[in-house]
């Protein structure tokens, strides 16, 4: 009988102990991420993933998601200097998004970073930028 009441003690205590951390964490601010792929040459969707960027920033705070939108294939388009896009790109930037563009697009479309907007990243292969944000625990959207 005292051993149970022993154990019994010995479990309340750990538990006691033990709750305040897992309290801390589920109650903490800890920053999302969220990727969003852009690989279609068309304003229309860069301007549906940057809208979809600030919705986020405004509805959760801007403190609290990291975004990187990352553009391959055709959507490496709406990154060249003479974009449709372009200003609305550099406000995206300038609220703390980060655009990122794939290097291996632009080696296979000739481009280099002086073709390319100010103020962007460059990643060296999107698809495995995507990847890896995910494995990270980022969430993933495609407009």
């Known amino acids: 009988m005292n051993r149970r009441l022993f154990v019994q003690a010995g479990a309340t205590a ?48 801007a403190a609290n998601v990291d975004i990187e ?36 697009t632009m080696r296979a479309q000739k481009l280099t970073k002086d073709d390319m907007l100010a103020g962007i990243s460059y990643v060296p292969a999107g698809v495995t930028e995507i990847m890896k944000k995910q494995h990270e625990g980022w969430a993933y959207l495609r407009p």
């Open 69 to 104: 939108i990352v553009a391959y294939g055709p959507g490496i388009g709406m990154l060249k200097l003479e974009s449709p896009t372009g200003s609305r790109i550099a406000d995206a930037a300038k609220a703390g998004v980060k655009v990122s563009a794939c290097e291996n």
């Open 14 to 61: 750990a538990f006691a102990l033990f709750l305040p951390a897992v309290l801390a964490q589920s109650t903490s601010s800890k920053r999302q991420g969220i990727v969003i792929q852009v690989s279609d040459n068309d304003p229309a969707k860069w301007n549906l993933a940057l809208n979809n960027a600030k919705n986020l920033q405004d509805d959760v705070g």
